[in-house]
């Protein structure tokens, strides 16, 4: 692997500042300068220092998961079965849910062993836009989609919440979208023919504890399902069964983090 290349991937600093680094001679192979940032290195054996700090060999890992229901957001649990129990035939090491999704919501889940990609998304000031799809017991006037979209206080003490945006889709009884509501959540239907349903989709961009349902319970609607379907611009590839995940591509991990890929810039020769 070319030096260069290794000390970026090692998120040392960026490819570009790398090769100044290494032309400045601050970085040594196996005891000795090396002033080439294309020389090629033993990434397994050799041993790599800048300035003095010797750097380990680290794959990042991004991954996309269809998370289904049932499972909770954890590393590990005495009692429950985890999103990393998924996650059978990689190495999971390092490996850490990106935010959080109840154990009873499904769809996408970022999972990754960067910190700072975790950072990025889940940091309340980067205003990263979540979209949920929801089915809900009640209704929304006109009064209740207004709090959603300006924003309001959920609880008498807690803060406003952001501005979202609400997109309705059906309304109207249990009863007329029974088969549509049976397909992704089981409830006891005993008496809900008549009951007022609705689903839609929800924006949000914050990401506190049940906050979709928290949201929507306080206009009056009880969540019955919800699934993410997107974070930023990325959103839950359809070909993922639930339970399935894929490696997140270059591309992609660029645009979840505002940045150029690497494989765009005159530096990746490689
Ligand atoms: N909001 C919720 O209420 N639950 C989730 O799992 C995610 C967002």
Request: net charge neutral.
């Amino acid at each position: 692997m070319r030096l260069d290349k290794f000390l970026a991937e090692a998120s040392v600093a960026t490819r570009t500042l790398m090769r100044t680094y290494i032309k400045a001679g601050y970085v040594t192979v196996n005891g000795e300068v090396v002033l080439i940032p294309e020389f090629e290195i033993d990434e397994h054996n050799d041993i790599i220092k800048y300035q003095d700090l010797q750097i380990t060999h680290t794959v990042k890992q991004y991954y996309m998961f269809h998370k289904p229901g049932g499972c909770i957001t954890a590393r590990q649990d005495a009692n429950c079965k985890t999103v990393l129990d998924y996650f059978d035939t990689v190495n999971t090491n390092a490996l850490f849910p990106v935010g959080r999704l109840d154990k009873d919501t499904e769809g996408l889940l970022f999972l990754t062993n960067d910190g700072t990609f975790g950072h990025h998304l889940t940091q309340p000031g980067k205003n990263v836009m979540k979209k949920y799809y929801f089915w809900a017991l009640g209704s929304l006037n006109e009064d209740a989609e207004k709090r959603l979209k300006e924003g309001f206080r959920i609880e008498k003490e807690g803060s406003i919440t952001r501005p979202a945006t609400i997109n309705v889709i059906s309304v109207g009884r249990y009863q007329e979208f029974k088969n549509e509501i049976e397909e992704v959540v089981s409830i006891n239907q005993k008496r809900l023919g008549q009951q007022p349903v609705i689903s839609g989709y929800l924006t949000i961009s914050e990401g506190h504890k049940h906050q979709v349902k928290r949201m929507l319970r306080a206009v009056g609607c009880g969540v019955i399902y919800l699934k993410r379907i997107s974070i930023g611009e990325i959103a839950l590839d359809l070909s993922l069964e639930k339970g399935q995940f894929r490696t997140l591509t270059e591309l992609e991990v660029c645009t979840l983090m505002g940045r150029v890929p690497i494989a765009n810039t005159e530096n990746d020769k490689n």
